[in-house]
C-alpha cells in the first residue's frame, strides 16, 4: 500500500515556481518499493477495454481508464488521488482560501495511454464540471513512463499566457508529478510522442466551490489555441 503521509509531506515541502504560472513538480512522488512491477502492473489495462477513447484534432487518440476492473496497481492511484488529505495537501501548498474536493469520478481523467505520434495542442482548461456543480482549479499529472529518454518526446509545455512562448518543459519521467493551478490564464500542451513511445500517465483535477479568478466565473469549454 503506497504511503499517502510521506506524499503529503513532499508536497508541503515542495517548491512553488511561478513562471509561466503557478506549479510545483516533484520527483518520487508516491514510495512505490518496485517501479518496474508498478509499471508493467499497470500496462495490464492495455488489453482491457478502456472507459473512454478520444480521437480528436487537438491530440490525437488516447485510452483512458477510470476504474481499475480488477488491477490493484490501478486501484491504488486512483485511491491515492481520489483522497480529501490528499487534496487539502494541495489547497494548504497552494494557499487556497477554500476547500479542494478531489474528482472521486475522474471526469476526462484517470490513467491514460496516449500511443506513438499524439499530441496535445495548447489550450486552457474547461473551468467547469456539470457533473460535479464545481469549478476545476488545480491539475495533478503523475508520469509512469519507466525508462523515459528525452528523444522519446510527449513532454508537458507550459506556455506563458501573455507572449504565448513556451517558458517550462517537464518531462514525463516514472513517478514525477506535476500540480498546478488551471485557468484561462495558464496555457499548456504536449509536443508529438516518439514513433516507439506510449506516453503513460495519471491525470486527476481538483475542484472548488469558486474560480481562482471571479472574473472567470462564467463556465467555459477547453479553450484551444
Not at 90 to 114: C, M, N, V
Not at 120 to 147: C, E, M, P, T, W
Request: hydrophobic letters at 30%; aromatic letters at 12%; a negative charge.
Amino acid at each position: 500500500m503506497i504511503n499517502l503521509d510521506s506524499t503529503k509531506q513532499k508536497i508541503a515541502q515542495s517548491k512553488i515556481n511561478e513562471q509561466p504560472f503557478e506549479y510545483i513538480v516533484i520527483d518520487n512522488f508516491l514510495d512505490i518499493p518496485n517501479p518496474e512491477e508498478f509499471y508493467k502492473g499497470l500496462q495490464q489495462n492495455q488489453q482491457l477495454t478502456e472507459n473512454q477513447l478520444y480521437n480528436t484534432q487537438e491530440n490525437g487518440s488516447k485510452r483512458q481508464f477510470t476504474a481499475s476492473n480488477g488491477n490493484p496497481f490501478l486501484q491504488e492511484l486512483l485511491d491515492v488521488f481520489s483522497n480529501d488529505d490528499l487534496a487539502q495537501s494541495i489547497a494548504d501548498r497552494f494557499g487556497f482560501d477554500q476547500k479542494l474536493y478531489p474528482d472521486i469520478t475522474f471526469e476526462g481523467g484517470g490513467l491514460t495511454f496516449s500511443p506513438p505520434g499524439t499530441f496535445l495542442r495548447y489550450h486552457g482548461d474547461f473551468n467547469f464540471s456539470s457533473r460535479a456543480q464545481k469549478y476545476r482549479v488545480i491539475n495533478a499529472i503523475l508520469y509512469l513512463n519507466h525508462g523515459y529518454k528525452t528523444s522519446d518526446g510527449g513532454q508537458l509545455h507550459l506556455v506563458d499566457p501573455h507572449s504565448d512562448t513556451v517558458e517550462r518543459i517537464v518531462e514525463p519521467v516514472f513517478n514525477r508529478c506535476v500540480i498546478f493551478k488551471t485557468s484561462k490564464d495558464t496555457p499548456h500542451g504536449v509536443n508529438r510522442n516518439s514513433e516507439n513511445f506510449t506516453r503513460v500517465s495519471f491525470n486527476s483535477y481538483f475542484y472548488a466551490d469558486r474560480p481562482l479568478l471571479e472574473e472567470q466565473s462564467q463556465p467555459h469549454r477547453t479553450l484551444w489555441k
